[in-house]
């Protein structure tokens, strides 16, 4: 790892320095661009919509403060790198806040769940459902606890660049079942049918199916058990603020309103390389390195010259996306105290409502939900005496064909109802603002592919080796971050991403 004393001056010749621009302001391109400035490049980053972020902008209304996209941070070690990069300190600018519980699982009949990092206290929630279980879920643990060292400590900051970093691993990801679904190894060790549903679902959390993903994202519940779930109070968006403020202060520059119509490509002896971008009203800015956080799929298809290239249209057409989400902000006029910060409504079916997402592509009557109040923790993010609040519903991507324009305001509706008739009774008087999100709007704003709301779909034929590589396969000095490279979506794998930079992209002093 970098330290201080490797970390050229800002003020050194800073138009001497190599140039790096940086497509997109997500929480990868962000880490992306300080590693790069801790590494002597001058860094751009170009965001196309009027504040950083990406997915993780902010969005106030009527006073209130909704996070757009994430949540929760888990692995905050992956931030406090990046401080300490800049010789900083991150608790100088971001307090973030443990989550007891992570979260609060609710049947359809009403039953729940509390979902910590407490060992004992997981033990007595698995014996209440299940007391025979408690033996199988304390193996699933163990398994989860390999799969994590592996697939995340140990792998997470690797590039796959060739089939043979994939056959290297093979042997290891076959014992620990990583040709399985999450679902296979989880009912592997567990019999009562709710407790699979528990400690199954979190690849929702990534964007892929609990019954396709590779049994490889099992390692999520020991990762957050070893470094906990957090809030970062003042919501995500602080975080993006203080990544913002560490790059200007390594003297590297943040345009919003900055929309890259295409990555510059020149070809010299039949090999093509990077050399900078064009942004939509056609300024060129020219750069020794690209790196993208931009979709990976819309990287390839729309920002490259299209030649023959190892992810082409026809590829991109074939690869399956991540499933689309439905968003409702809203805020209200009174307190909710008996809603946890993180909620996850279960709803009626499991399988067939997965099934209906991520298969049949077809918007079912029936959801699972994940209801946000982030005012349990930090009541400053509404006005006083009121809620705020996000409900996310996983949905089909574009390719299910939904006109959202017509179905958003109905099923914003039956939601409300939902919520009305279980955990928040009155809520239908107490609206004061709202707003909604649908995969149309990540299409439009993000640039997402099918509109998807983590990029590729994390199955094991699109992930590691298979999935875009963190350095282009195609063209020299491009280089990709994000959830739609390696190792994937969630904030420890676009920020892993970013890592991988420190071992593909080569030293600023190689451009001098």
């Known amino acids: 790892m970098l330290t201080l004393a490797d970390i050229p001056s800002a003020e050194t010749a800073p138009l001497q320095r190599p140039h790096a621009v940086v497509i997109g302001s997500g929480f990868g391109g962000l880490a992306a661009a300080i590693r790069l400035g801790a590494r002597g490049y001058r860094v751009t980053?170009?965001?196309?919509?009027?504040?950083?972020?990406?997915?993780?902008?902010?969005?106030?209304?009527?006073?209130?403060?909704?996070?757009?996209?994430?949540?929760?941070?888990?692995a905050p070690f992956l931030f406090e790198e990046l401080w300490t990069l800049c010789g900083r300190r991150m608790e100088d600018d971001v307090t973030l806040a443990p989550m007891l519980p992570f979260y609060r699982i609710r049947f359809e009949d009403g039953a729940t769940f509390d979902y910590s990092g407490d060992a004992q206290a997981m033990r007595a929630e698995v014996a209440r459902f299940s007391a025979s279980d408690v033996?199988?879920?304390?193996?699933?643990?163990?398994?989860?606890?390999?799969?994590?060292?592996?697939?995340?400590?140990?792998?997470?900051?690797?590039?796959?660049?060739?089939?043979?970093?994939m056959l290297r691993i093979a042997p290891a990801l076959l014992r620990l079942s990583g040709h399985r679904s999450v679902y296979d190894v989880v009912a592997g060790y567990i019999r009562d049918e709710r407790l699979r549903t528990i400690f199954s679902f979190h690849p929702l959390l990534i964007g892929g199916s609990p019954f396709r993903a590779s049994a490889i994202y099992c390692l999520i519940a020991h990762l957050e058990r070893r470094w906990g779930v957090h809030f970062a109070m003042g919501g995500t968006g602080r975080l993006v603020d203080g990544l913002a403020s560490l790059i200007r202060g390594q003297g590297g520059t943040l345009r919003c309103g900055a929309d890259v119509a295409q990555i510059r490509v020149e070809t010299h002896d039949g090999k093509d390389a990077a050399r900078g971008v064009i942004l939509q009203g056609g300024e060129r800015i020219d750069a020794d390195i690209v790196v993208s956080n931009a979709d990976s799929a819309f990287t390839y298809g729309r920002l490259l010259p299209q030649k023959r290239r190892r992810w082409s249209a026809a590829k991109l057409k074939r690869a399956s996306s991540s499933?689309?989400?439905?968003?409702?902000?809203?805020?209200?006029?009174?307190?909710?105290?008996?809603?946890?910060?993180?909620?996850?409504?279960?709803?009626?079916?499991?399988?067939?409502?997965?099934?209906?997402i991520f298969s049949k592509k077809h918007l079912s009557k029936d959801f699972s939900l994940y209801l946000h109040r982030p005012t349990a923790t930090d009541p400053l993010l509404a006005p006083a005496g009121c809620d705020a609040f996000y409900v996310l519903s996983p949905v089909p991507n574009l390719d299910g064909g939904q006109d959202w324009l017509v179905e958003a305001e109905p099923y914003r509706q039956a939601i409300a109802?939902?919520?009305?008739?279980?955990?928040?009774?009155?809520?239908?008087?107490?609206?004061?603002?709202?707003?909604?999100?649908?995969?149309?709007?990540?299409?439009?704003?993000?640039?997402?592919?099918?509109?998807?709301?983590?990029?590729?779909?994390?199955?094991?034929?699109?992930?590691?080796?298979?999935?875009?590589?963190?350095?282009?396969?195609?063209?020299?000095?491009?280089?990709?971050?994000?959830?739609?490279?390696?190792?994937?979506?969630?904030?420890?794998?676009?920020?892993?991403?970013?890592?991988?930079?420190d071992r593909v992209v080569p030293d600023a002093r190689v451009f001098a």
């Not at 969005?59 to 996209?69: M, N, P, S, V």
């Not at 697939?151 to 660049?161: K, M, Y």
């Not at 805020?331 to 079916?349: E, S, W």
């Open 45 to 74: 980053v170009l965001e196309r919509l009027e504040q950083p972020g990406g997915r993780a902008r902010v969005h106030r209304q009527d006073g209130f403060t909704f996070d757009a996209g994430p949540t929760i941070v888990t």
């Open 417 to 501: 109802r939902h919520l009305d008739a279980t955990v928040m009774p009155g809520l239908s008087e107490s609206i004061v603002t709202s707003k909604v999100t649908t995969p149309q709007d990540f299409a439009t704003d993000f640039l997402s592919v099918r509109g998807s709301g983590f990029g590729l779909e994390p199955v094991l034929t699109q992930s590691a080796w298979f999935r875009p590589h963190n350095a282009s396969e195609d063209v020299a000095n491009l280089y990709l971050v994000g959830a739609g490279t390696h190792p994937g979506a969630g904030l420890p794998g676009v920020l892993s991403s970013a890592r991988v930079l």
């Open 135 to 165: 033996p199988g879920y304390e193996r699933f643990m163990e398994r989860s606890r390999e799969i994590c060292e592996l697939g995340f400590e140990q792998l997470g900051h690797v590039p796959f660049g060739s089939v043979t970093d």
């Open 323 to 356: 499933m689309g989400l439905f968003v409702w902000y809203f805020g209200t006029n009174r307190k909710f105290p008996q809603v946890a910060h993180h909620t996850i409504l279960m709803g009626p079916r499991y399988r067939g409502l997965i099934d209906d």
